[in-house]
């Protein structure tokens, strides 16, 4: 049988043949062998042969029909001899291919039950104890592993975020959930280290060290020398990581189980000790492919495939076990097999597991709200001694966050110049002052590692309040928002959250300055992520209370918020003529539910529905059409997700006609939203919608002709109103 028909019975046949090899003549057992001790080994050996089973298992449910993911770990247990290293209370974010790992920490810990674990993963279970049928991932709250998606890479800001904020929240009086040493793991592939996902928190990683702060972090890098078929030209990973200033450099062959039991832990005892970071090069072969989908004979010959075989790192531990006269080939044959019968017993019983049964049940960990805390915890965030002074946006959410850092010692406030300069418009200046770096501070120009503090800070219990400079800024990094925060908590039933509220700069309006870049107006973006919350406070009133809410949610339900600041507001004092002082406001009530929204005027003939730059513009046209005899009351969303339906409607029925005014673009932005919802809800009045072209925002006066402006505010209202 070749390669190529059955792979699966190749690699068994090869591994069990290599393995009775042993009994037929001496094995060397270097002294290392003899001082790693046989209990150690058959740990090891148990781990990586249950995880090689279970990949097997995962293909034979597939062909059945019962199993949905088949990337396995096999050629790549000798991480197991990471998990022997560290201690089951280390966090750990792990690659895909880490059964072996899993396996062995699972065996640290009492009570565990990994195979029943896997088996369900790969089946879609509800009853899996991390994803709950909702993905295949390795992750266990008991066991600290923290599950990852499929997005190569995207899990190394927060692993580097993570092991920075352990200290952080230490220093703060947080106590993690994690001990005082742990050592925070983080395992990739070899083609995955260059993606700039990596490479950038690599970086972030050895710049935070650099500046002698503590970064406990191993990496390791499972190096199987390809990525699906792209080959890693060889000695590249050594090339990449093997002389970075502060960044120790072990690498070692997982195929010798003892050199790499002994190198993991040197790298552990290392980051555990130093506080540094440190790159554990495990190198590794893969087998059986990518994917059970994937044929390796199209792009690899049957020659490099068989050659492979030599390296398996089972065939690593029996050679040391044998060699450590533990056991003889024969003894772990056997062992082989029983662990195959016990994984085939696990896995008749598990066939019964009921997966996932209504949407309801889906959804329910993505974005739970309990709204009566959520209100307790805001008022809590705000100052207690009384009036507040009228005041502008900027200076409003300033106030509200230096409330917020004094009554809650877990939030920090960090970003691209919000600590000394206080903020490219200083909406945090003085804080960094006030409440020290360590809570308000600078962070480095990398909007991924910005938002990987952020939720590394959230799951060592702070409440992180990260900043993007500008909404252009956001989508290089959207991934940390999208795939990973807002995930969290959907792959892990709740298990783990990402309490966050991530200050984001932005929409339009800049008179002509600073272009598309300074003027993005794209929302679709973020309205589409599940679970997210999308804030966008239009005066200074409802920043206060809207961000206190923010910020209580993320505490109470561990919601992930976006807190979308209008930048051409943050200074703005007058509504209606120079000097009226109208678009100031004073902070005056606890917190905003998350979507509701606010009803200016009470006009029976027109309803504008807007937010943002559109409130300020639509009341301004709103009394300029009162001049005219039309009354129109202007609805401001506040909550761009999610939208606060039930007001729209109710506002809408009120006078029969709706404007809905969205600065952002036609294609895809807050309008087409409010516009299927009026017709969900049955509305049968009159409705249209004025909006930003598609397009990005010129420099100068040009920007006029693709923005939305009051003219065209005032038109298309003054036509709905007269329409019969
Ligand atoms: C950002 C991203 N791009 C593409 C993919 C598709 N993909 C999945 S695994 C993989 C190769 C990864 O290779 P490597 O990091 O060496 O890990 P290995 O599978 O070899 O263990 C690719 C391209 C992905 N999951 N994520
Ligand atoms: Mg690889």
Request: with cysteine; charged share 20%; proline share 5%.
């Amino acid at each position: 049988m070749t390669p190529s028909t059955n792979p699966v019975a190749a690699l068994q046949d090869a591994l069990l043949g290599a393995v009775a090899e042993l009994d037929t003549g001496p094995v060397e057992a270097g002294p290392a062998v003899a001082a790693t001790g046989p209990a150690t080994l058959w740990r090891i050996f148990d781990a990586q042969v249950t995880s090689r089973h279970l990949d097997v298992v995962a293909r034979e449910l597939q062909a059945e029909g019962r199993g949905f993911y088949t990337i396995g770990s096999a050629g790549h247990e000798s991480n197991a001899v990471v998990a022997e290293a560290l201690r089951a209370t280390d966090p750990a974010l792990l690659h895909y291919r880490s059964g072996g790992f899993y396996v062995a920490r699972a065996g640290q810990a009492d009570g565990s039950t990994p195979i029943r674990d896997i088996v369900q993963s790969l089946i879609g279970s509800a009853d899996e104890p991390i994803a709950g049928g909702r993905h295949k991932v390795f992750g266990h709250a008991a066991l600290s592993i923290i599950p990852q998606t499929s997005t190569i890479a995207s899990h190394l800001p927060r692993a580097v975020g993570l092991a920075l904020a352990l200290h952080r929240a230490r220093r703060l009086g947080v106590e993690p959930p994690w001990p005082d040493d742990s050592v925070v793991v983080c395992s990739f592939g070899d083609a995955s280290a260059n993606h700039s996902t990596a490479t950038g928190a690599i970086n972030t990683a050895l710049n935070t060290a650099y500046r002698g702060l503590p970064m406990p972090l191993l990496l390791v890098c499972e190096d199987n020398g390809t990525g699906i078929s792209v080959p890693t030209p060889t000695g590249w990973i050594r090339a990449a990581y093997g002389s970075r200033p502060g960044l120790t450099y072990i690498a070692v062959d997982g195929s010798d189980t003892v050199a790499a039991l002994e190198a993991a832990t040197e790298a552990a005892r290392l980051v555990r000790e130093r506080r540094r970071p440190v790159f554990l090069h495990l190198r590794t072969v893969r087998y059986l492919g990518h994917a059970g989908s994937d044929a390796e004979i199209t792009y690899r010959s049957h020659t490099e495939i068989v050659a492979d075989y030599q390296r398996d790192p089972v065939l690593g531990t029996a050679r040391a076990l044998v060699g450590a006269g533990a056991a003889t080939g024969a003894d772990l044959t056997a062992r082989y097999h029983q662990i195959r019968a016990r994984v085939d017993a696990v896995v008749a019983e598990v066939a019964e597991s009921p997966q996932l049964g209504s949407a309801a049940e889906i959804v329910a960990p993505l974005s739970p709200r309990t709204p009566e805390l959520v209100a307790d915890a805001a008022k809590r965030l705000r100052k207690p001694d009384g009036e507040a002074a009228p005041a502008t946006l900027a200076e409003s959410i300033n106030t509200t966050l230096a409330a917020a850092l004094d009554n809650d010692h877990r939030v920090v406030v960090f970003g691209e110049d919000v600590g000394r300069k206080g903020g490219v418009y200083g909406v945090t200046r003085g804080l960094s002052r006030r409440f020290g770096q360590a809570r308000v501070f600078d962070t480095l120009l990398d909007e991924q590692s910005i938002l990987g503090f952020g939720l590394g800070a959230g799951l060592a219990g702070l409440l992180p309040v990260p900043e993007i400079q500008y909404l252009a800024y956001l989508h290089n990094a959207e991934d940390q928002l999208r795939g990973e925060a807002a995930s969290l908590s959907f792959f892990s039933r709740g298990q783990y959250r990402n309490p966050l509220v991530v200050r984001i700069a932005g929409l339009a309006y800049q008179r002509g300055f600073g272009g598309h870049f300074h003027n993005d107006n794209a929302v679709a973006v973020l309205r589409d992520i599940p679970g997210l919350v999308v804030a966008c406070p239009a005066r200074s009133d409802d920043a206060a209370a809207m961000l206190r809410t923010c910020l209580a949610a993320a505490s109470v339900d561990g919601t992930v918020c976006v807190f979308l600041e209008p930048i051409a507001l943050y200074h703005t004092r007058d509504l209606f003529a120079d000097g009226d002082g109208g678009w100031l406001a004073a902070d005056a009530g606890e917190h905003v539910p998350i979507g509701r929204a606010r009803v200016h005027g009470e006009g029976r003939d027109l309803t504008i529905v807007t937010f943002a730059n559109g409130v300020r513009m639509s009341l301004r046209v709103a009394r300029r059409l009162a001049q005219r005899g039309i009354a129109v009351r202007v609805l401001d969303l506040r909550w761009l997700a999610p939208l606060p339906v039930d007001d729209i409607v109710r506002a809408a029925e009120a006078t029969g006609r709706v404007l809905v005014v969205d600065e952002t673009r036609h294609a895809a932005g807050v309008g087409e939203g409010v516009l299927s919802a009026l017709v969900e809800s049955g509305y049968a009045g009159s409705a249209a919608r004025v909006s930003a072209h598609d397009s990005f925002v010129p420099l100068g006066t040009a920007a006029n002709h693709v923005l939305l402006s009051e003219h065209d505010i005032e038109t298309a209202a003054v036509e709905l109103a007269e329409k019969e």
